[in-house]
Each structure stands twice: as C-alpha cells, then as structure tokens.
C-alpha cells in the first residue's frame, strides 16, 4: 500500500496476513517499482498460523483496512486475493460505534426525576 505524504513523497507499507510488517518513504529521486519490491523482500517473513486471524489481532487488521480506505492510499501490490466476507463482522460497524459513543455522552442521572419514597412497598 502506498500514499502520497507530501507533493513528492510516497509511503509504502507491507502488509502480511492483516499484520504491518514493512513500512518507508520513497526516495524522490528513486525508482518507485524497483525501490517497493526491495522493501517487499526486506520486510518481515511472516508464517501464518490456525483461525480467522492468522498473523495478526483484528485490531490491527482493522486499522489497515481503514487506512486502505482513505482517499489518496493505493494498493500497489497483491499476492493472491483481496476478500472480505459479505456478511462479516463490518455489517455490525455502525451499531458499535453508536453504542461506544453512546456510553460517553449518556449518564443515567441526567434525567431529574423525582421519585416518591414509600413507608411500606407497593404490593
């Protein structure tokens, strides 16, 4: 993955198996393709293990994809197939985030209310 940093200035990232194992800025002066595939090559070797997150938390995974997904990133290279699930876990996205926002701006005493105080409870 790569964005423009500045007016001539590219950042390159290397991703593997959802985990960030390479990363540098592109030398203006030098060749792009050829400098990318020496990072490539010089990045961490990463063996992927059992489950859904083979490499790397969710977390991190998460915030790659959300950087992919910024205007202005581009993918430069891909070895084999970019796939994320139609029904995964992102269809619950925007519930979360209400609900973790929610928490911050909400307090249960905020409403005055006054409640009245029983000598006996209510059968």
Avoid at 46 to 54: D, E, K, L, R, T
Avoid at 84 to 102: D, F, K, M, N
């Amino acid at each position: 993955m790569a964005a423009l940093r500045s007016s001539s200035a590219w950042e390159v990232h290397v991703i593997r198996f959802g985990r960030l194992v390479g990363a540098g800025v592109i030398p203006p002066a030098a060749n792009a393709r050829e400098w990318t595939q020496a990072l490539r090559q010089s990045s961490e070797t990463v063996v992927p293990g059992p489950g859904p997150a083979p490499a790397a938390t969710p977390e991190e995974s998460d915030k790659i994809v959300r950087w992919l997904e910024q205007p202005g990133v581009r993918l430069v290279h891909l070895d084999g197939v970019w796939a994320c699930p139609v029904a995964g876990a992102e269809s619950q996205r925007e519930l979360l985030e209400s609900i973790t926002a929610s928490r911050t701006t909400l307090s249960p005493f905020d409403t005055p209310r006054q409640s009245r105080t029983y000598a006996r409870p209510v059968r």
